[in-house]
């Protein structure tokens, strides 16, 4: 049994600075937020595991708000806070489980890494379909246990595509609890995004462990991968940039 990941304890203190978006990829965000939400302004949004508020202004600035980031790690939320502010922009405490929002107030809700964390789903899917009005979407980035993309990363850390695999729900699962209460898949988008513009650059963000499975790794394969990893950097002759793949799952609340 994998332990829980308190991002109060260690990724706070990386999160920002390892996992920061570019331009670039702000842009790739909305649009295809946009293009599964339509892109009907105002919208009132849930940013559902809002972090840091990485993707919170971006969801105000693509369907106006009011948008409610809930976090319940306090040190996430204070970063949004004080670094991701908008004026269409309330962060909450709060959890997937309990969402401090009356009913039917959001038109969309967006889960964005954050599906795998919820201890538990069943009572994160009635809330979410809680504080969905009716015919709402949901979007949920995730990866599925079932359909794991080829990962950078896991080639030069092999027990992390495993652990991976362990934290993530299946495709099947997640469909299953949203369907039993009520909702329907609408489809499952596939996006590709630039990671960094060479292996160097990715190697140096990737050195941050902003990414949660490091907390299941030992030190001494993390330092044996990262070993790896710059002896793949001096081998790089023809610097090119680097991408990732990953899914997007979009539900739909039923009409009124
Ligand atoms: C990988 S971060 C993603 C943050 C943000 N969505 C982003 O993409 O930058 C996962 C976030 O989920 C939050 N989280 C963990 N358990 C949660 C739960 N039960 N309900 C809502 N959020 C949760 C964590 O505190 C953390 O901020």
């Known amino acids: 049994m994998l332990k829980r990941i308190d991002y109060d304890v260690q990724q706070h203190t990386v999160y920002s600075a390892g996992r920061a978006l570019t331009a670039e990829q702000a842009q790739l965000w909305s649009g ?87 201890t538990d789903r069943r009572a994160a899917v009635t809330e979410i379909r809680r504080v969905l009005q009716p015919g709402g979407r949901i979007l949920i980035r995730s990866a599925f246990s079932d359909r794991m993309p080829d990962l950078l990363w896991h080639r030069f850390f092999p027990r992390a595509r495993r652990i991976e695999q362990q934290v993530f729900p299946s495709l099947a699962e997640v469909t299953r609890l949203f369907e039993e209460a009520g909702m329907a898949v609408i489809g499952i988008d596939r996006v590709r995004e630039t990671l960094a513009p060479d292996l160097a650059a990715y190697a140096q963000r990737l050195r941050l462990r902003a990414i949660s499975t490091f907390e299941h790794l030992t030190e001494e394969e993390t330092q044996h991968g990262f070993a790896a990893l710059d002896q793949a950097v001096a081998a790089e002759d023809t610097p090119g940039p680097i991408t990732m ?8 609340a039923p009409p009124a």
């Not at 793949?245 to 739909?252: E, I, K, N, R, W």
């Open 32 to 118: 295809v937020f946009a293009t599964w939400a339509g892109a009907q302004k105002p919208l009132t949004v849930l940013d559902l595991g809002s972090g840091t508020g990485r993707l919170t202004p971006i969801l105000a600035d693509t369907f106006g708000g009011p948008v409610y980031g809930v976090e319940p790690s306090e040190r996430m939320r204070q970063q949004a806070e004080r670094a991701a502010g908008h004026p269409n922009v309330q962060y909450l405490a709060g959890s997937a489980e309990a969402i401090p929002l009356p009913d039917r107030t959001c038109r969309l809700v967006l889960m964005f890494l954050v599906f795998h964390h919820v």
């Open 245 to 252: 793949d990953s899914d997007l799952l979009v539900l739909g």
